[in-house]
């Protein structure tokens, strides 16, 4: 996956950090058992894929042409097993 560039944009990254963050203030709120702030928490987390979303949309992600699945070399033609050479 890392020769296709996936997710190495300014979009995806702004996008998983906010997404990150929320995380981190959900578990936080939950070990402290404030259901108010994990759910806070919950909301920046969707809030990082909104914002990655708008991002992409603004220009900042992955074109369009990049995004197919690279081509990879056909498979060697094998024996059938018990065939001995």
């Known amino acids: 996956m ?13 996008g998983v950090i906010i997404a990150f963050i929320g995380f981190c203030v959900a578990g936080a709120f939950m070990v402290m058992a404030q259901p108010l702030g994990f759910w806070a ?6 809030l990082g894929g909104v914002v990655g979303a708008i991002m992409r949309a603004m220009g900042l992600g992955q074109p369009k042409e990049t995004h197919a699945a690279p081509r990879t070399a056909a ?7 018990g065939v001995e050479s």
């Open 2 to 14: 890392a020769g296709s560039s996936h997710g190495h944009t300014p979009a995806a990254w702004t």
């Open 41 to 46: 928490g919950m909301v920046i987390v969707a």
């Open 75 to 81: 498979a060697a033609p094998r024996e059938p097993a």
